[in-house]
């Protein structure tokens, strides 16, 4: 199971990496690949992978990639299960994209605009078991989902 982050770096709050640790420590075999312009710079791989190490989650199970052409971003979606959406501040094109390529997301309702913007995309395409109220919630759905042996087919255009 690999989980992808294709957000921009400056989107990726404290409480999102705390969660994502959380996530991957109860998939063992799970991990996660984070794609954004700012990962070509090591300093901001660093950064990321002393925090998931804060919370027992090892560099091993942490992915990066940088910025690539519009066709390499879009078939990088090829290498991820499902989406992680950063909060408080959502994805918007992200989760688009995600989508887009038939890759669901798990999403946090917030309280402001930024931050409730995935919860009304994936509500808008019929996707509403995908949106969490609460970070309990958010972190059941992706397990739940990345814990099903045939995950059901949820996009019907990557099913066929």
């Known amino acids: 199971m690999t989980f992808g982050v294709?957000?921009?770096a400056v989107k990726i709050s404290d409480a999102a990496v705390l969660l994502w640790a959380r996530i991957l420590d109860a998939l063992p075999r799970a991990q996660i690949l984070l794609k954004n312009a700012a990962f070509e710079e090591p300093a901001a791989q660093n950064a990321l992978l002393t925090?998931?190490?804060?919370?027992g989650i090892a560099k091993s199970r942490i992915g990066f990639l940088g910025k690539?052409?519009?066709?390499?971003?879009l078939e990088a979606f090829g290498r991820v299960d499902?989406?992680?959406d950063p909060f408080p501040q959502n994805g918007g094109i992200s989760t688009?994209?995600?989508l887009q390529m038939g890759v669901p997301v798990v999403g946090l309702l917030g309280n402001s605009i930024p931050s409730r913007l995935t919860g009304s995309i994936l509500?808008?395409?019929g996707l509403?078991?995908?949106v969490a109220k609460t970070v309990d919630d958010y972190f059941a759905v992706a397990v739940e989902f990345a814990s099903a042996p045939s995950r059901p087919c949820?996009?019907?255009f990557r099913c066929g």
């Open 154 to 156: 949820v996009l019907s």
């Open 123 to 125: 509500s808008a395409v």
């Open 128 to 130: 509403d078991d995908w």
């Open 96 to 98: 688009w994209e995600s």
């Open 51 to 55: 925090k998931f190490e804060a919370h």
């Open 82 to 84: 499902i989406s992680l």
């Open 68 to 73: 690539t052409s519009r066709w390499k971003h």
């Open 6 to 8: 294709f957000n921009r």
